[in-house]
């Protein structure tokens, strides 16, 4: 279905939960956050049915993610439940990795075709201080296991953060030489109960290419992914920057968020948000709302200087 600019909008990323087993310090207070009640967050079932109802809207690429998309219990139903609907040509998940060496195969065989891995760091003491207490050692068996399960292409999502990471953008993009693997940095966004911290830890993402000259642009295959591509000389994966504040990927936006409470954002940088939990739950024509929400999708962020969006980031989803 197209909206009113045009734009086909064919994307759906389905947060499935709030939790999470790490605490990423840019994402999750050290504490956690308040848990939302059981009856506040939309059951799998119920984002089963969302999710065919988009899907009869024209949506054809699926990404489920989080908090840890992996935690949530039964998760591998919906998988399986959104697997099997033949109109899905990309069904995908963001997750930080720690137990994917468990469910890969699982993830796989239930129907899902590919990962996105968030790591930030290589060295595993610096991993544990960004995610306060992860293993990176799990993360690593992660890749290896999704990559020989075929949740491939694998993409490593890279969260550029002052003072910690810069000095292994080298080694990261050193990773997409030998392998068929996207590495891709992201701007820091100031969101949700952490924005003064992602305020005061921001660098540019121009920083890789002054750090890695040698990265020529890739051509682009899909226009309406926020990452611009660089590649190595003869390098076989590839480096994506994304700069999730600027407009400039606004113009070939395809997406929308089901948050874990069941509203949908149709822009990330838009504290808008349009519920569908209670008129699913009173049986009301989500085919039909949804017919609205697209319609209304705006047509860049409209977000205010020195506003930011209120959402913390594990409703979202990134
Ligand atoms: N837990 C999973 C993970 O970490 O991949 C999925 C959810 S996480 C919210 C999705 C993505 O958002 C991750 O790549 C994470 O690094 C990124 N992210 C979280 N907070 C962010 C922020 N303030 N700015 C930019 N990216 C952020
Ligand atoms: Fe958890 Fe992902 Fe947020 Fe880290 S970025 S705290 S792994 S939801």
């Given at each position: 279905m197209f909206d009113s600019y045009g734009r086909r909008i064919n994307y759906l990323r389905i947060s499935?939960?709030?939790?999470?087993?790490l605490r990423c310090k840019y994402c999750m207070p050290e504490k956690g956050i308040k848990k939302m009640l059981h009856e506040e967050i939309l059951s799998l079932e119920e984002i089963q049915s969302l999710a065919e109802s988009f899907v009869e809207k024209g949506v054809d690429k699926i990404r489920i993610t989080g908090?840890?998309?992996?935690?949530?219990?039964?998760l591998l139903n919906l998988i399986e439940g959104i697997g099997?609907?033949?109109?899905?040509?990309d069904f995908s998940m963001t997750t930080n990795g720690i137990l994917l060496g468990k469910y890969a195969e699982d993830l796989k065989n239930a129907g899902l075709n590919r990962v996105n891995i968030s790591m930030d760091t290589l060295d595993g003491k610096k991993y544990s201080k960004i995610t306060r207490g992860g293993r990176l050692a799990d993360v690593l068996k992660g890749i290896e296991v999704a990559k020989n399960a075929g949740l491939t292409p694998i993409k490593i999502n890279v969260v550029l953060i002052k003072g910690f990471n810069e000095d292994e953008i080298e080694s990261f993009v050193n990773l997409t030489r030998y392998e068929e693997i996207d590495v891709r940095f992201i701007e820091l966004m100031p969101i949700g109960a952490l924005k003064y911290w992602s305020l005061n830890n921001y660098i540019s993402n121009n920083i890789v290419l002054e750090k890695v000259p040698e990265l020529t642009e890739a051509a682009a295959t899909?226009?309406?992914?926020p990452a611009k591509y660089y590649k190595l000389s003869a390098g076989k994966g590839r480096v994506g920057l994304i700069n999730?504040?600027?407009?400039?990927?606004c113009k070939n936006c395809n997406r929308m968020r089901l948050t874990?409470?069941?509203?949908?954002?149709?822009?990330?940088?838009?504290n808008e948000e349009i519920d569908l939990k209670v008129p699913l739950r009173q049986g009301k024509n989500i085919g039909e709302l949804i017919d609205n929400i697209i319609i209304n999708k705006p047509k860049e962020h409209n977000l205010e200087?020195?506003?930011?969006?209120?959402?913390?980031m594990m409703d979202i989803g990134g």
């Open positions: 499935v939960t709030d939790l999470c087993n908090g840890e998309p992996l935690v949530r219990r039964g099997n609907l033949q109109k899905v040509k899909d226009i309406s992914s999730p504040i600027s407009c400039k990927f874990v409470d069941g509203k949908i954002k149709p822009c990330l940088h838009s200087d020195g506003n930011y969006i209120s959402r913390n």
